[in-house]
């Protein structure tokens, strides 16, 4: 009718007192290309990016070892050269790739900022039991044994591993699951599967199924507890120390990557403790993640319906 017309027209002007034309959500365009498909998000495309980045993870490594003058088979703690062809090279061909990645699409201070959920006061056991194995290590390392110039690469390189493997994990996979509307279980379910699933490619650097199956069963438990972290801390900064502080201090105090701590006999009093913190970390995990509930996307619109609310 002419009348509601007139209503409508005198609120428009009443909203937009300037005159300035404002562009309607049909006008506004989505991104288009590689940008615009993955900013949609979902666990396909995240797939797709993790297979994308550990295929050019190993091939940096295959890289790497034509320069190897031979470090690669020797143990990890030998040599300044053994951490760095080892371990540092890879990390810092994954870290440049990741960073590459958020920059170019504009994602670093959605993932690097404030949480945009709640958090539970129970989360909290997720750093604190992540926080004991670390400390129980510290104690028990032969901080005399390895070269100090050994010790501060591999303290220097496990930091990168905890920049990395969250940066892609906890701030790439969450924000793409997120980005599609995915309840916060799945998430947390999803991006810790990923996790724990990408270091069965360990198999090709010949490590053996014994060792590979029992890691990637924690890394998926461990997955939950950095996920917990990083929603109890408030930061992705928070799981990324964590998680940079729990590698090396394994790699220091086992003798190498992914290697089982000593059992028996000849296994101190501390690296026992050490076995049975971890042990109560990935039940812990594994039953906390029953519990996480919520939705960015339907606590996001709760808070902006407050918002116009209060106003």
């Known amino acids: 009718m002419p009348g509601d017309r007139t209503v409508q027209i005198a609120e428009l002007d009443a909203h937009n007192p300037g005159g300035i034309a404002m562009p309607s959500q049909t006008d506004i365009k989505p991104e288009s290309g590689l940008r615009g498909f993955l900013d949609k998000g979902g666990f396909w495309r995240l797939l797709a990016v993790v297979a994308i980045y550990l295929a050019l993870y190993l091939g940096a490594g295959k890289v790497a070892s034509f320069f190897d003058p031979g470090y690669g088979d020797d143990d990890l703690l030998s040599s300044v050269g053994a951490v760095f062809f080892q371990l540092t090279v890879g990390l810092i061909v994954g870290a440049v790739i990741l960073v590459t990645l958020t920059t170019a ?33 510290v104690l028990d390392i032969d901080w005399g044994g390895p070269a100090l110039s050994v010790v501060l690469l591999v303290l220097a390189s496990g930091l990168m591993i905890g920049f990395v493997e969250e940066l892609l ?69 928070g799981a990324m120390i964590l998680h940079g502080l729990t590698d090396p201090t394994g790699f220091l105090a086992t003798g ?32 906390l993640l029953i519990f996480i509930r919520g939705n960015v996307r339907d606590h996001q619109e709760h808070q902006e319906a407050v918002a116009v609310t209060a106003a």
């Open 256 to 287: 190498g990557i992914d290697k089982l701590p000593s059992a028996g006999e000849d296994a101190s009093s501390l690296a026992t403790l050490v076995g049975f913190a971890t042990i109560l970390l990935v039940l812990t995990a594994y039953v």
């Open 105 to 137: 699409m504009g994602w670093n201070a959605e993932i690097f900022g404030r949480q945009p959920i709640y958090r539970s006061w129970w989360m909290w056991i997720a750093p604190v039991l992540v926080a004991t194995p670390i400390l129980l290590r």
């Open 169 to 237: 994990y906890r701030g790439i996979a969450v924000k793409m699951l997120r980005a599609v509307g995915h309840g916060e279980w799945t998430v947390a379910a999803l991006s810790s599967l990923l996790f724990g699933l990408s270091h069965s490619i360990n198999v090709f650097s010949g490590q053996g199924l014994k060792t590979v199956l029992p890691t990637v069963g924690y890394t998926v438990a461990f997955g939950v507890m950095m996920y917990l972290s990083m929603r109890a801390i408030g930061f992705i900064a």
